[in-house]
């Protein structure tokens, strides 16, 4: 993306900023060369950020920003050349937390462990969609950030934005999840979507089921929604379509069988496909194999079916990267809004390194090989590292600061409330007796 383009989107997310918008658009760029994020607070030491500390917290908190604009944004600033396989445009699903362990006074807080064997921690949820851009790399467009609130789940909420995305996108794509997503909330919604497919992850001791018998003539009762039960972790049937290819190093073999569907969604018709990766003597690599489920046309290779879900993966590495790098959970505030908003800061922060990587110039530490300098395609990192340089020769639409004076402080013999205490949300009565039973 040229400077021109890059300069057009600065302008457009800055007229979406409602209130504080200097303040919110100087953290996006203090956000963009930071490199590390200690806290918010700890921005105002970045040369972008032009204001004082104690304005850090003003604007997240008294900041304002229109959402459902930047959500029409986004898309329509989507980089040229974002990959497709099979014609398909790539999304990926999944949700992170933010914890706050002890933040007593942010409300709505739940248990946001992810494995019944983990400890319990507290804080909120967030789901993630976003665009994958290029196979093989870890860049990925975020289309929509939205709070899992204790009265949702992840893949209630996750499916109200694959939905609204089917609505705003008139083209074809596809939707790719892992295992927490193989649920009837979410899968139930490719039932009834026009341009969008799903490929799922699934546990290997799930049971699927193939199309009933018809109903003889003159029998009595309602007719059959099930066929025989098909079991992922015993043997199965001959497979509809089985094909061998190299992935990189890899030998991969697919296998297919049609016609599959869950108990709870008699009428979601599928493809179920199996993934082996293979050692040179073409025994499987691993115990267990890969299982996934295709709502799509029965016409997409399968070799595609299997870089689809591989794909997944790019967005782990953007979770990764938007919290080594970007400080995605060091806003420790209580204020829900401010919460709420570090996230989308930080989203677009990540999109400004999106659209200048190809026009900025590494700086490559001296220690690097040249076999390394000479690589195609740089890493969100390295745009990073070249990207405070690139913002000040682009400039900023943020007003310069203002001498405000010094401050009248609080008035005599005003003390401030306490402030109100939430107790964490348990969502089963399991979890919360064996909360209070832990010391």
Not at 65 to 82: K, N, T
Not at 236 to 253: C, M, Y
Not at 384 to 407: D, H, N
């Amino acid at each position: 993306m040229t400077k021109k383009s890059l300069s057009e989107f600065r302008k457009a997310v800055y007229q979406s900023l409602r209130r504080r918008a200097d303040i919110l658009f100087d953290l996006i760029d203090a956000l963009t060369v930071a490199g590390q994020v200690s806290s918010p607070v700890a921005l105002s030491e970045q040369k972008p950020f032009q204001r004082k500390f104690c304005s850090v917290y003003d604007g997240l908190e008294n900041g304002e920003m229109d959402v459902d604009e930047i959500l029409w944004l986004l898309p329509a600033c989507m980089p040229e050349g974002s990959e497709t396989i099979a014609g398909y445009k790539v999304y990926a699903v999944d949700a992170t937390a933010n914890e706050h362990e002890q933040a007593e006074t942010l409300p709505d807080r739940s248990v946001v462990k992810s494995s019944k064997k983990e400890p319990m921690r507290y804080g909120h949820k967030y789901s993630w969609l976003v665009r994958l851009i290029n196979f093989g790399s870890s860049w990925a467009a975020p289309v929509d950030i939205e709070r899992i609130d204790t009265e949702a789940t992840d893949t209630k909420v996750a499916a109200v934005q694959v939905h609204e995305l089917d609505v705003h996108d008139p083209e074809e794509k596809v939707i790719v999840a892992d295992s927490r997503y193989e649920e009837h909330h979410f899968l139930g919604i490719f039932e009834h979507l026009k341009h969008t497919f799903g490929l799922i992850r699934l546990h290997s001791n799930r049971v699927l089921y193939e199309e009933p018998q018809e109903k003889p003539k003159g029998s009595r009762g309602a007719p059959r929604k099930h066929g025989k039960p098909f079991k992922l972790n015993s043997r199965h049937r001959a497979e509809d379509q089985s094909e061998t290819f190299q992935l990189g190093k890899q030998t991969v073999r697919v296998r297919a069988w049609y016609k599959l569907h869950f108990k709870k969604l008699a009428t979601l018709i599928g493809t179920l496909v199996q993934v082996e990766f293979l050692k040179e003597d073409g025994t499987p690599r691993y115990k267990r194999p890969m299982w996934l489920f295709w709502t799509g046309p029965q016409s997409v290779a399968l070799s595609d079916l299997c870089r689809l879900y591989l794909w997944r993966f790019a967005i782990e590495h953007l979770f990764r990267f938007l919290k080594q790098h970007m400080g995605l959970n060091s806003n420790r505030s209580p204020n829900l809004v401010s919460a709420q908003q570090w996230m989308w800061l930080c989203a677009l922060a990540y999109w400004q390194l999106l659209l200048m990587r190809d026009a900025v110039q590494e700086d490559y530490p001296a220690w690097y090989p040249r076999s390394r300098q000479q690589r195609k395609g740089l890493t969100p990192y390295q745009v990073q590292r070249s990207a405070l340089v690139f913002l000040l020769e682009l400039g900023t639409p943020a007003s310069k600061p203002r001498p405000a004076g010094k401050g009248k402080g609080r008035q005599i013999n005003y003390y401030p409330p306490p402030r109100v205490r939430y107790p964490v949300v348990f969502k089963s009565k399991k979890t919360q007796l064996s909360a209070s039973a832990s010391p």
